[in-house]
């Protein structure tokens, strides 16, 4: 791998938003021993856009005026897929090392990178591009064997998490909890990637490319999103011992199996227990369970990151980059469901159960029923079963029943 030796570690910035506002005040300020860091050039839009930041670098939107400048390492903070993706692969193949914040570049591109880093012997470090604020993925890296997974569940949106706490605590409903997200700086002025759940999709492809060597397009996940949990499901998720939360989940223990979005965690679970902008990660494995937590990545933390990974990437000591992925679809896994029931008038509990029982769908336990402003409502655990099954199930259900029934996966008790 590349090492740095010069008398200075200049650094070539793609992107100068929050997140490159704060890394260029954390590198005037780094006291890191060896040569000191200075940012050369700062690749922008507009350049000629007045800033109100300190410490500008020379700002440019000439990205070629940037590499040109034969930088020690490359940071990219532009987020996207071009010209992010064509930037690195030219640093790259000059032998530059790069750092990037980029998990949609790394979940659409990883595999390019991967190999490009490889073929070169330059090194690509991305520990802020997934749980910033829990710096894990370099040190798993360097220890494969301690680190071997079969197994991850998690929480890897913030925002989401956010939002879905403060209905739960405070029984507000989802448009006052995203507004608060946003008034406090934890959701963007456009929230979709967050809470359509397309962002954590995002975030769990880069980490089965790290942890199961898979490549997997994030659009062959399943992915949902929390806009449409109700104060009635997060009433009735409590009264059946669980919480709704942001979950993201894969298994290829035998065959690839995934998804991203809400679920109804048992109250024994460690997510459930995962609160406001927390972010965490249980990794499991032969080896046993291991769990990692702390807080979202905002700029502060995504920023100091990133700063890590630049002196990881130019003193040689970054992790090994790992390659050869397998290209695959992951498949729906077959869990339990968190079904609820709405309609004018629901049938009984008991008739509701016999009939799921009469399509290989059967109840576990239920909660009581609710009224408010004229609509009955009522949610039910059930056993695992495949989602084709219990689609075909829940249409029957739909039209003799006359009620909508909106489902939910169960993350099982961890083990």
Known sequence: MSTCVAASLDIALLGFGKVGSVFARLVAQDPS??????????????????????????????????????PDVVVELLGGLEPARALLLEALQRRIPVVTA??????????????????????VLFEAAVLAGVPFLGTFARRPHAAAASSLAGIANGTSNFILTRCAREGCGFETALADAQLRGYAEPDPQSDVAGTDAAEKLAVLLQHFAGRSVPPATIETGGIDDITAARISHARELDGV????IYADWTRGLQAFAGPAFVPAAHPLARVDGVENA?????????????????????????VLDDVHEATTGVAPPVRTALKSGTPGAPETAWMLTLEGVRLPPAVEVADFLASHGIFMQRATDRRTSGGQESQSLLVWPASRGRLQAALSGLVRAAECAVTPLRVLEDAR
């Open 33 to 70: 021993p060896g040569p000191g860091a200075r940012i050369i050039g700062a690749l922008v839009r507009d350049a000629g856009r007045s800033r109100d930041q300190p410490a500008l670098p020379r700002l440019t939107s000439d990205a070629r005026a940037v590499l040109g400048g034969r």
């Open 244 to 247: 709704i939360k942001p979950v």
């Open 281 to 305: 990660l249980l990794l499991g494995g032969r080896l046993g369970r291991l769990l990692f937590q702390g807080p979202g990545a905002g700029p502060d933390v995504t920023a100091a990151t």
């Open 102 to 123: 980029n998990k949609t570049l790394l979940a659409h591109h990883g595999e390019e990178l991967r190999s490009a880093s490889v073929a070169t012997n330059t090194p």
